[in-house]
Nanobody
Framework: QVQLRESGGGLVQAGGSLRLSCASSGRTPSMYAMGWFRQAPGKEREFVGCITWRSGRDTNYADSVKGRFTISRDNDKNRVYLQMNTLNPEDTAVYYC???????????????WGQGTQVTVTS
């Protein structure tokens, strides 16, 4: 079992930045690929990005966030981060981190999920 907890969400103006953190505990979190997803009001949850477990160098991003968001991980601290820059109101959503066996944009590739953290971007 892996337990995940997101933090760092909040209210920010358009153009601003936030850094989300995902703390993991339990069964060898560093063995997993970590993904970030988000769900906006009235919409389905969507893929944001993911990072591999080995070196943490292989990342993939959704086109909508590429160049603005960056995922990193610190295996010593069992944490994964989502740095979000140049935020816009369309980024408003609940953000979730997830742990799976390999990098993927598909939700069903991830077995473990956090509870989510709210990000609200005002214009």
């Amino acid at each position: 079992q892996v337990q995940l907890r997101e933090s760092g969400g909040g209210l920010v103006q358009a153009g601003g930045s936030l850094r989300l953190s995902c703390a993991s505990s339990g069964r060898t979190p560093s063995m997993y690929a970590m993904g970030w997803f988000r769900q906006a009001p009235g919409k389905e949850r969507e893929f944001v990005g993911c990072i591999t477990w080995r070196s943490g160098r292989d990342t993939n991003y959704a086109d909508s966030v590429k160049g603005r968001f960056t995922i990193s991980r610190d295996n010593d601290k069992n944490r994964v981060y989502l740095q979000m820059n140049t935020l816009n109101p369309e980024d408003t959503a609940v953000y979730y981190c997830a742990a799976g066996n390999f990098n993927s944009a598909a939700e069903d590739s991830y077995a473990y999920w956090g509870q989510g953290t709210q990000v609200t971007v005002t214009s």
